[in-house]
């Protein structure tokens, strides 16, 4: 059983820098892939980035790519966040998700925290 909590969210301004931190619970922490999720007003929820257990692989969704960088302390038992960059399109509530292997696609998540808002003004 893994706990996800997220922090860091916020109102930012169009080019400013958030960083987002989600801490875990459980002995097992860097056997699971870590991923970022992100869902707006209206639209699904969506894959933003993912680190592999170990921390060497990462993978971003492409309108994210340059701006957002993933990281994990497994020391810590947490995942983070930086956003540089930020766009009003960016706005979304993100969350933290644990998965068994290397994906993207949210159903084969299986822990998920409760999510942080990120609103992003022009």
């Known amino acids: 059983q893994v706990q996800l909590v997220e922090s860091g969210g916020g109102l930012v301004q169009a080019g400013d820098s958030l960083r987002l931190s989600c801490a875990a619970s459980g002995r097992t922490f860097s056997r699971y892939m870590m991923g970022w999720f992100r869902q707006a007003p209206g639209k699904e929820r969506e894959f933003v980035a993912g680190?592999?257990?170990?921390?060497?692989?990462?993978l971003y969704v492409d309108s994210v790519k340059g701006r957002f960088t993933v990281s994990r302390d497994n020391a810590k038992k947490t995942v983070y966040l930086q956003m540089n960059s930020l766009k009003r399109e960016d706005t979304a509530v993100y969350y933290c998700a644990a998965a068994q292997r290397w994906t993207s696609n949210r159903n084969n998540y299986d822990y998920w925290g409760q999510g942080t808002q990120v609103t992003v003004s022009s």
């Open positions: 680190i592999s257990g170990s921390g060497i692989s990462t």
